[in-house]
């Protein structure tokens, strides 16, 4: 079978400037695609060039196997829902949800029953004869996922629909999406700027930066073994750390040495990966970073560390301490004893750990 | 901040109060009075027979109230060498004035919804050329219109004056429309078009429904252009399609003998009656609409 979604060598012009280039991405039915990255990378361009909304500059988007590059919005089987969430504000929440139907003409008794469907299944049958600006910020959202669902698409379009709600909210409504993702095997394409958004929700994850595709790859692959320093940095919360250090090979394997102020460096041995050059920036996620009383693998190797700050944070205590010129975090017990000021030993874990060429920032291992 | 330390404390007694507030509420009727003084003589003067004017005060009440005036005013009145008041130059201002504020409403309403949500290449340029429009006196394009409407073959005619007043009203219609449509996001054109809507389909639909307030706004602004209008409508017309306010001219203008202030009085107010309505009826919409903000979804 044909994939759902094609994209092949899309370019995107405004004049000289480039928005989007070469960007080559495909899905399957029943795919959760998210396209992340920060504001101005180029996402929600990608997906307006998706649904039609803006004319592509160069290459082809196929749709269900048909080239839909030159197709008209309506003509592209899709729905989408966007930011503001973009309801008719003279008309009913019904009249919202079957105004696509009656443009296409569909008859008054599948209207009726869509509409039924739809509010049924996103609880909304209450505020039917409401106007939009009788809503609270959550029912929108529901409402404008009603008048994407009652089109039974082969593609769901999402322009970072949860942008506009409180947090709380916005944490519900991103598990009703999944729930709903998973009850209809929809094929979806999801952009936002929340990299936990983008984990939670995708089975496949594309890093934008500049107009450019930095890493496709199931959430798992894009946390694990990031394609260059950029998608290291960008995905996980906090961030991953991404420390200057020098290597040299022992008999063991590579000895890592990261360099520390006041202090002799800490040396670490790493003997999977063996073939690195000189200069390397070694990035350990915080959670590889952890009480060395309380680690659970034996595959650490230890150092003391003085902390410059504690941050806890309910399930974790944050630590954050000065490494190779850099802040580094290490995600610590909640019982943790470590104070500011104070040296804890700590277990560093390099069963995970990336090395980044320092000049280029691509992934060396 | 103020020193409050320093600044000696003013505390009112009741009656100081009162005495302030009586003396405001004095200000304000005397400049009520004051603006409406106009009006008053003038519906004092038409309710007066002409022998009182002469014999009378001008700010007096009538001792006897007469509509003779008003009567003869409306039918009887003499422009030049006709002799029949203003009633047909009032229905012609009524054919002039309806079909132009509404075309020019119409149209102004397309293309500021064009302007505003259907950016094409050099639509800020087509925009500002639009408002330009606004700016050029009345003065500068009689000829080459009087020349247009030559061409057309509609000049004298009451189409021709509500061609010329489409014409010249578009700048604004066009510029009150595309500033309302700006405001509302253009997500809510996008969702229509994916939702399988067309260009007139989104405006009938989506567009015109939010479009009251400035519906309103443009209306009353015709209207009262177009109505009031008097060197357009003197240029534009032939003995038969004049509109009224050329009419009341030719009244104040050409009596015979007598000077018949209350005939001109009255026919200056019936000549001023319907802009008047307009803005009593739907002046709230007026504000409103002219103060009237983003469109929440």
């Keep these: 079978m044909s994939p759902i979604l094609e994209v092949k060598n899309l370019y995107k012009n405004y004049g000289a400037t480039e928005v989007l280039k070469d960007i080559n991405v495909s899905i399957e039915k029943g795919d959760f695609l998210v396209l992340v990255g920060p504001s101005g990378c180029g996402k929600s361009t990608l997906l307006n060039c998706i649904a039609g909304l803006e004319p592509i500059s160069g290459g082809d988007l196929f749709i269900g196997g048909q080239n839909m590059t030159n197709v008209s919005p309506k003509d592209r089987?899709?729905?989408?829902?966007?930011?503001?969430?973009?309801?008719?504000?003279?008309?009913?929440?019904?009249?919202?949800?079957t105004f696509g139907m009656k443009v296409r003409g569909i008859d008054q008794a599948t209207q009726d029953a869509k509409l039924k469907h739809v509010s049924t299944q996103l609880q909304i049958e209450p505020l039917l004869h409401r106007k939009p600006g009788q809503l609270s910020g959550g029912q929108r959202q529901r409402v404008a996922m009603g008048r994407a669902l009652v089109r039974d698409p082969k593609l769901f379009l999402f322009d970072e629909p949860l942008s506009n709600l409180d947090a709380k909210l916005r944490?519900?409504?991103?598990?009703?999406?999944?729930?709903?993702?998973?009850?209809?095997?929809?094929?979806?394409?999801?952009?936002?700027?929340?990299?936990?958004?983008?984990?939670?929700?995708?089975?496949?994850?594309?890093?934008?930066?500049?107009?450019?595709?930095?890493?496709?790859?199931?959430?798992?692959?894009?946390?694990?073994?990031?394609?260059?320093?950029?998608?290291?940095?960008?995905?996980?919360?906090?961030?991953?750390?991404?420390?200057?250090?020098?290597?040299?090979?022992?008999g063991k394997g590579m000895q890592i040495e990261i360099a520390r102020k006041d202090a002799d460096p800490i040396v670490l041995t790493d003997t999977r990966n063996t073939d690195l050059p000189e200069n390397v920036i070694i990035g350990v996620r915080p959670e590889d970073i952890v009480d060395a009383a309380l680690a659970r693998t034996d595959d650490t190797q230890q150092a003391d560390c003085l902390i410059d700050i504690v941050e806890p944070a309910g399930a974790d205590t944050f630590a954050v301490?000065?490494?190779?010129?850099?802040?580094?975090?290490?995600?610590?017990?909640?019982?943790?004893?470590?104070a500011?000021?104070?040296?804890?030993?700590?277990?560093?874990?390099?069963?995970?750990?990336?090395?980044?060429?320092?000049?280029?920032?691509?992934?060396?291992? | 901040m103020t020193d409050m330390s320093y600044a000696p404390t003013r505390?009112?007694?009741?009656?100081?109060?009162?005495?302030?507030?009586?003396?405001?509420?004095?200000?304000?009727?005397?400049?009520?009075l004051f603006y409406l003084m106009p009006l008053f003589v003038m519906i004092t003067t038409s309710l007066k027979s002409l022998d009182e004017i002469r014999t009378g005060d001008l700010v007096s009440l009538p001792r006897e109230v007469t509509f003779d005036a008003w009567r003869t005013a409306w039918s009887g009145a003499c422009t030049g060498i006709q002799c029949e008041g203003v009633r047909p130059y009032f229905l012609n201002s009524l054919l002039i004035a309806i079909p132009a504020v509404l075309i020019s409403t119409i149209i102004g309403a397309l293309n500021g919804y064009v302007v505003a949500q259907?950016?094409?290449?050099?639509?800020?340029?087509?925009?500002?050329?639009?408002?330009?429009?606004?700016?050029?006196?009345?003065?500068?394009?009689?000829?080459?219109?009087a020349i247009v409407l030559g061409k057309l073959g509609i000049s004298g005619t009451i189409p021709g004056l509500i061609f010329v007043h489409v014409i010249y009203g578009l700048g604004f219609t066009t510029l009150f429309f595309r500033n309302y449509y700006v405001?509302?996001?253009?997500?809510?054109?996008?969702?229509?078009?994916?939702?399988?809507?067309?260009?007139?389909?989104?405006?009938?639909?989506?567009?015109?429904?939010?479009?009251l307030p400035i519906i309103v706004v443009s209306v009353i602004w015709q209207f009262t252009q177009i109505w009031n209008d008097f060197l357009f409508g003197v240029s534009f017309s032939q003995a038969g399609t004049q509109p009224v306010t050329v009419a009341l001219n030719n009244i104040v203008n050409s009596t015979t003998g007598v000077k018949e202030y209350n005939v001109d009085m009255a026919a200056a107010i019936i000549a001023a009656l319907p802009t008047l309505l307009v803005y009593v009826v739907a002046g709230k919409y007026f504000i409103r609409g002219l103060t009237a903000g983003s469109v929440k979804g």
Aim: aromatic letters at 12%.
């Design chain 2, 183 to 211: 405001s509302i996001p253009s997500e809510l054109t996008k969702a229509a078009k994916v939702d399988g809507a067309g260009f007139f389909r989104i405006f009938w639909s989506i567009f015109l429904p939010l479009s």
């Design chain 1, 321 to 338: 301490m000065q490494l190779g010129g850099k802040h580094v975090t290490a995600r610590l017990h909640a019982e943790t004893t470590a």
């Design chain 2, 118 to 145: 259907w950016k094409f290449k050099g639509a800020n340029i087509f925009f500002a050329l639009l408002l330009f429009g606004c700016f050029i006196p009345f003065q500068v394009v009689l000829l080459p219109m």
């Design chain 1, 171 to 250: 944490v519900e409504m991103r598990t009703e999406i999944k729930a709903l993702h998973q009850r209809l095997g929809a094929s979806m394409v999801y952009v936002t700027h929340d990299q936990i958004e983008a984990m939670t929700l995708a089975t496949k994850i594309v890093v934008m930066k500049g107009g450019v595709i930095q890493q496709i790859g199931t959430p798992a692959e894009i946390y694990n073994r990031p394609a260059n320093l950029f998608v290291a940095d960008f995905m996980g919360s906090p961030a991953m750390n991404l420390i200057p250090a020098k290597t040299k090979a022992n």
């Design chain 1, 77 to 97: 089987d899709i729905a989408m829902v966007f930011q503001s969430y973009a309801l008719y504000p003279t008309m009913t929440v019904a009249k919202n949800i």
């Design chain 1, 340 to 365: 500011a000021g104070t040296a804890q030993r700590l277990a560093f874990d390099l069963g995970k750990v990336s090395y980044f060429e320092p000049e280029t920032g691509l992934r060396l291992n």
């Design chain 2, 11 to 32: 505390t009112q007694s009741p009656t100081t109060k009162l005495v302030l507030r009586f003396i405001l509420y004095i200000l304000l009727g005397v400049f009520a």
